[in-house]
């Protein structure tokens, strides 16, 4: 079987081009798209010359989460905003988190690194859980009410010592800063393969650039 990887030009690469030494395609490895039978966890480097496909990664669907004000709620009232940031992670942070076939990556804090095997299953987890903590709080007074703002992700990542790292999760966590309180903040890939399958509406928010991102030696 001869199956492709699409880069972003109009040539197709096939598993000959990486494989054979002495016929490397002119492309750089951050053009590559994941497809066919090449796995996400595949890189392309190149040295004099020559592909060397190696383990490096793998591709992933990253959500970041944090609580809005987080330091101001604790501040006149710990004890009762731990209690319910605990309650809300009883239901229906996790179980909504464990229905889609997520997993929590790291906590610290505020903060949870979510990683899912799917797009949509990310973005469906995301919506479920805001609505379902506005409906847990609607009788909370505002100033007191535990407040969720999230960034979603499709990026490379790898894995050391048991932490998520990588552009992928960096992407992720600059979008939960952008994002309002109780609001998702989603990349353009996120947005393309979910703007037809989710029942939500989306507002474009325009191009933005994140310093120090995709930068490698």
């Known amino acids: 079987m001869d199956t492709a990887c699409q880069g972003w030009g109009k040539k197709r690469y096939h598993k000959r ?63 009762a905003t731990l209690t319910r940031l605990r309650a809300h992670r009883t239901e229906p942070i996790d179980p909504k988190i464990s229905e889609r076939g997520g997993h929590i990556a790291s906590t610290a804090g505020d903060r949870l690194l979510i ?41 490379d990542v790898t894995e050391q010592d048991g932490d998520l790292l990588g552009d992928g999760v960096n992407v992720a966590t600059r979008l939960q800063e952008l994002a309002n309180p109780g609001r998702i903040c989603i990349s353009d890939h996120v947005y393309i393969d979910v703007r037809a399958k989710v029942d939500a509406g989306f507002e474009n928010l325009g191009a933005t650039k994140f310093p120090g991102i995709g930068k490698h030696p």
């Open 17 to 79: 081009d990486f494989l054979n030494p002495g016929h490397t395609p002119a492309i750089e490895k951050r053009w590559l798209q994941p497809n066919g039978w090449l796995p996400a966890s595949w890189a392309i480097t190149w040295k004099n010359g020559v592909s060397d496909l190696r383990v490096s990664g793998r591709l992933a669907v990253i959500v970041s989460a944090d609580v809005a004000g987080y330091s101001r709620l604790v501040a006149a009232d710990e004890e």
């Open 115 to 155: 990683e899912f095997p799917s797009v949509l299953a990310a973005v469906l987890c995301a919506v479920e859980k805001q609505r379902g903590i506005d409906e847990r709080d609607v009788e909370v007074p505002a100033e007191q009410r535990i407040t969720f703002r999230l960034g979603i992700n499709l990026g």
